[in-house]
């Protein structure tokens, strides 16, 4: 798993749980160099005993590198693996940077894309957000159209918290009939909160999702 802009990201979902790791390298410019990229990836293909590798590119925002750093990674991995390995490429993404060049790229490289999405818009829009408050759900479902007419593989990654815990039938059946999501995965959002020194205490957030409703 490789985050190459570590907790770098254009949104700000409630539930995140890394945007505020941030602060914990406060002179980092959370960007991964071109230099450390051939040393991961070398160091990768060689720590190898079979034949296959799968790198799984995540975030915060991982798009944000911008397509040729993904270019560039795709390159080194074709010029430093030997000819009998297959290397598989997964990429997490909130959708919103997703366009017909990263649509392309994806396709042409065989990418299978992590779409995060929560459910219909009410349902989405509760916790996931940018900066300055702006729903993102319009950009998640433009996502999915471009993601399907480049025919790239993608799942959807749907959080599971108090928002929707209880509308899993409208939940399911809108990712089934509406986004058209061949396979999804759920995944239980349990969070901390933070104190004022952005340290995790031991209190549950009240967007966690209850341990019975997640049943
Ligand atoms: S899109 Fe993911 S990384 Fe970005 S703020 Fe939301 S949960 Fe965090």
Same mark, same amino acid.
């Given at each position: 798993m490789v985050k190459p802009r570590g907790p770098i990201c254009n949104l700000a979902c409630d539930y995140c749980y890394y945007l505020p790791k941030a602060k914990l390298y406060p002179d980092s410019d959370f960007r991964m160099s071109l230099e450390l990229l051939e040393n991961f990836t070398?160091?990768? &293909?060689?720590?190898?005993?079979? $034949?296959?590798?799968? &790198? $799984?590119?995540?975030?915060?925002? =991982?798009?944000?590198?911008?397509?040729?750093?993904?270019? $560039?990674?795709?390159?080194?991995?074709?010029? &430093?693996? =030997?000819p009998n390995m297959q290397i598989l490429n997964a990429l997490q993404t909130n959708g919103t940077t997703i366009n017909p060049a990263w649509c392309q790229f994806f396709k042409q490289n065989n990418f299978l894309i992590g779409l995060s999405l929560d459910g219909p818009p009410a349902v989405h829009n509760i916790y996931r957000r940018n900066n300055s408050g702006r729903e993102k759900y319009d950009s998640v479902m433009r996502a999915a159209r471009l993601l399907?007419? %480049?025919?790239?593989? +993608? $799942?959807?990654?749907?959080?599971? %918290?108090?928002?929707?815990?209880? %509308? =899993?039938?409208?939940?399911?059946? +809108?990712?089934r009939d509406k986004v058209d999501a061949t396979f999804i995965q759920f995944i239980p959002i349990i969070q901390r909160e933070l104190d004022s020194q952005s340290q995790e205490t031991q209190v549950v957030s009240k967007r966690s999702v209850d341990a019975k409703a997640y049943g």
């Open positions: 070398r160091q990768l &293909i060689e720590a190898q005993s079979g $034949n296959q590798v799968t &790198i $799984n590119w995540q975030g915060g925002e =991982p798009t944000l590198m911008g397509l040729d750093f993904f270019k $560039n990674a795709v390159d080194l991995q074709k010029s &430093i693996s =030997p399907k007419q %480049h025919k790239v593989d +993608f $799942n959807i990654l749907c959080c599971v %918290h108090k928002g929707n815990q209880d %509308h =899993p039938l409208d939940v399911y059946r +809108f990712l």
